[in-house]
C-alpha cells in the first residue's frame, strides 16, 4: 500500500501545474490509476464540429492541394491571354493592367486566408487535446510500471526465500544421509 500512495503523492506534483480542487485531483487520481483513460481524438472532435468547422475544412483541404494551383495558375493564364489576344478594342473585359483580375485576386485572398486561420487554429486546438491525452496516457503507463516493477521486485524476493529453504532442506538432507 504505502507504494500506491507514493504513486499518488507523485501524480499529485505532476498535477500542481493544473489549478484543480482537492476532489477534482482525487478523482483524476483514480481515473488515471483504475480506468482506461485514452479517448479518440478525432472522433471527439468530430461530434463538436459546426457546419462552419466542416466548410473551413473543406476550404483548406481544396485550396491546399496541387489541383486548386494547378487550375487557379490556368484561369489566371486564360484570363490575361483571354484579354490581350482574343478579345479586341472595347470587347476587352479587363484590359490590361488587368485591374479587375486583381480586385478578384485580392477577394480571394481576403476570404480565403480567414477561413483557412479558422482551420488551423481548429487543428491546433485538436492537437493541443491529442498532447493532453498523450500526457494522460504516459502517466498512466508510468505508474502501471512502476507498479509492475514493486511486484516484480517482490516476486523475486520471495523466489529468494524459496530457493534458500530449498538450499536449507538439502542441505539437512545431505547431513541426515551422512
Known amino acids: 500500500m504505502e507504494n500506491k500512495k507514493t504513486k499518488k503523492e507523485i501524480v ?7 489549478e484543480l ?6 478523482e483524476l487520481l ?3 490509476i483504475d480506468q482506461p483513460i485514452s479517448i479518440d481524438v478525432d472522433k471527439q472532435e468530430e461530434l463538436k464540429m459546426t457546419f462552419g468547422d466542416r ?5 483548406s483541404e481544396i485550396a491546399g492541394s496541387w489541383g486548386f494551383i494547378i487550375g487557379f495558375s490556368s484561369f489566371l493564364v486564360f484570363w490575361i491571354i483571354l484579354n490581350v489576344y482574343i478579345l479586341k478594342g472595347d470587347s476587352k473585359v479587363d484590359p490590361y493592367p488587368f485591374i479587375l483580375l486583381n480586385l478578384l485576386l485580392s477577394c480571394l485572398a481576403a476570404l480565403q486566408a480567414p477561413i483557412i486561420m479558422m482551420s488551423q487554429n481548429r487543428q491546433a486546438a ?7 491525452n498523450d500526457y494522460r496516457t504516459d502517466l498512466k503507463s508510468e505508474l502501471i510500471l512502476e507498479e509492475l516493477h514493486d511486484k516484480i521486485e517482490i516476486i523475486i524476493k520471495q ?3 524459496i530457493l534458500n529453504r ?5 542441505g539437512s538432507k545431505d547431513e541426515k544421509d551422512s
Open 12 to 18: 499529485k506534483m505532476l498535477l500542481k501545474s493544473h
Open 21 to 26: 480542487d482537492e476532489k477534482d485531483e482525487e
Open 30 to 32: 483514480d481515473l488515471l
Open 55 to 59: 466548410v473551413a475544412d473543406k476550404v
Open 126 to 132: 485538436k492537437d493541443s487535446l491529442r498532447n493532453q
Open 159 to 161: 523466489q529468494y526465500k
Open 166 to 170: 530449498i538450499e536449507k532442506l538439502e
